[in-house]
């Protein structure tokens, strides 16, 4: 009979925002027009261009149990640093070591789509959540740089991104991006490409479920769904799977991730 194994010692505290903690109500005495204005009025511009482009969409979910099991002495360590340590500089590096294989994955087209440019770079947009609205700063280089080093940087920027100082720099130049809306709460999400970028990737919330293991029994895994958008006119379906799955191996196995990082 199947046996239900012994729960891994870490659940990650997922900040879910059952209650909107930030928002106030409100109660409008009459209709109220504003004009569209800021980070909001990029967002119309970008969307417009985005909405020019076919997405291809593709979802996995990942087995993060090693990792969550691991985060504790790596966020120990990083303290040591100054760094505060979540799970996305380990995601961001993957996807890194991904694109390696996928170089197609981290290219941008021309806006009519008669050439593709393979960037040399893996600077990596994360989509950010601040007080002024959605932005997209982009961690760069990132294919040279350690874990630490990319922890680093992403602390730098969601700082920056707090007080709503990121500068011109720190929002260009992204060649690949990444969405994190399960620091939110969610699970699936269908990401909108940032042009002239070719794919984007949503992490949803790593979530403690049921899974079987390979002898049958029931175990409990700590599971994290991941939703992508690529550009169907340059990306197949079949080259956005298998980067998938290079990915996941890597985020399921980190000593595997370990042994062929630079
Ligand atoms: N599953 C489980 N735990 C998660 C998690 C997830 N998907 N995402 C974050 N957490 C945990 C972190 O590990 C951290 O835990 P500890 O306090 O124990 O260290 C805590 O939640 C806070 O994380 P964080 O949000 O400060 O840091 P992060 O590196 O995980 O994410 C950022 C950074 C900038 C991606 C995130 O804060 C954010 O803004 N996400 C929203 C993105 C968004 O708005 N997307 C929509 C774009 S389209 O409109």
Redesign the pocket.
């Known amino acids: 009979k199947p046996a239900v194994q012994e729960v891994p010692k870490e659940a990650?505290?997922?900040?879910v925002e059952t209650v909107a903690p930030r928002a106030q109500t409100v109660l409008l005495a009459e209709d109220k027009t504003a004009p569209v204005s800021g980070f909001t009025k990029a967002m119309v511009k970008a969307m417009k261009l985005s909405m020019t482009v076919p997405h291809f969409g593709y979802c996995d979910e990942i087995e993060m149990t090693t990792l969550v099991n691991l985060r504790p002495a790596l966020?120990k360590s990083a303290e040591a640093f100054g760094v505060?340590?979540?799970?996305?500089p380990v995601i961001i590096k993957a996807c890194s070591m991904a694109l390696l294989q996928y170089p197609v994955l981290n290219a941008s087209v021309d806006a009519a789509c008669e050439n593709i440019t393979y960037k040399a770079s893996h600077n990596i947009g994360?989509?950010?959540?601040t007080p002024n609205g959605?932005v997209v700063p982009n961690v760069k280089q990132v294919q040279n740089l350690t874990v630490l080093e990319v922890a680093q940087e992403?602390n730098r920027l969601?700082a920056l991104g707090a007080r709503g100082q990121l500068t011109a720099a720190d929002l260009a130049g992204g060649t690949f991006s990444l969405?994190?809306?399960?620091?939110?709460g969610g699970t699936y999400a269908k990401?909108?490409i940032v042009p002239p970028e070719v794919a984007i990737g949503a992490?949803?919330?790593?979530q403690k479920l049921p899974r079987f293991a390979a002898d049958g029994s029931v175990v409990a895994a700590h599971v994290?769904q991941v939703s992508w958008s690529a550009d169907h006119r340059v990306i197949d379906g079949a080259t956005m799977a298998r980067f998938s799955n290079v990915m996941k191996a890597f985020l399921e196995q980190p000593a595997a991730m370990l042994l062929q990082m630079k």
């Open positions: 990650p505290k997922a900040p966020k505060k340590f979540s799970y996305m994360i989509a950010m959540d959605l992403l969601q969405s994190n809306i399960g620091a939110i990401p909108v992490i949803g919330r790593i994290m």
